[in-house]
């Protein structure tokens, strides 16, 4: 599967489009306001007509699930399952898109990911980096 990922002050996703207002950004803070995770996944053909589980957590510098202060992982997850469309050729991808609203998070200055995992699978290219600026 091919992933794109976008961060976002918001996003939504209607009738399998994205869209997507202040998106592209990767530096934020000192406070973070609300922000939005646009994803588009292809999936190929072979794995269309079967239920997909995919978990999108929030990791640190080195790759640390980030706890919020009750020890929570922040995490979002969910599943998807794409048909094959009528006339659609034979090999092609299918589009799946989503979009996952975050409130404001207490984080510290620093480094973060949101990384995304696939029944499991985790890729390096399945990530979004931001960096949170220090207050001056």
Known sequence: MRVTMLLADAAQEVNGKLYILGGGWSVT???LPPMALAVKVDVPWG???TAHQFSLF???ADGRA???GDERDVTFSGQFEVGRPAGLPPGSDIDFAFAVPVPPLPLPAGRYAW???IDGDTREDWQRTFQVRARS
Do not use: F, I, K, T
């Open 29 to 31: 803070g000192p406070d």
């Open 47 to 49: 794995d269309a007509n």
């Open 58 to 60: 929030l990791v640190d």
């Open 66 to 68: 980030v706890r919020l």
């Open 115 to 117: 990384q995304l995992s």
